[in-house]
């Protein structure tokens, strides 16, 4: 993948968005934002991963992930939430990984290392 990749972070919380985009950016990753579902679909080409939050104000990160894998788009997809318990409808969607909010130290970690594909 080279030292750098790209990265779709889609979340609605600014301040959670703009810390994780530094966070990935400091390892090394071009970051695309997106506060929406209408603002994600609109930056899919030339994505390699694509980190997304479940619940939005225009809809769900489910509807950007059944997009990528419609049409084939061969990018990773990690999806975040506060509801533990819809990681199996996630993973079941194919998404790749999963990571549940509030994202501390190891789960931290962990998203970071997926995101930079050393997990």
């Known amino acids: 993948m080279g030292d750098t990749c790209r990265v779709l972070l889609l ?32 930056q899919l080409e030339g994505q390699e991963a694509a980190i997304l939050d479940m619940m ?4 769900s990160g489910m509807d950007v992930l059944a997009r990528i894998r419609r049409e084939k788009r061969p990018m990773r997809v990690a999806m975040l939430t506060a509801l533990s318990d819809v990681d199996r409808v996630a993973l079941a969607g194919g998404a790749d990984a999963f990571f549940v909010k509030p ?6 970690e962990a998203l970071l290392a997926w995101a930079t594909n050393r997990a």
């Open 11 to 42: 979340e609605d919380h600014v301040d959670f968005r703009v810390g994780l985009s530094l966070l990935l950016k400091h390892r090394g990753i071009t970051v695309c934002q997106a506060g929406t579902v209408a603002q994600a679909l609109a």
């Open 56 to 59: 939005l104000p225009d809809g």
């Open 103 to 108: 994202i501390f130290s190891e789960r931290l």
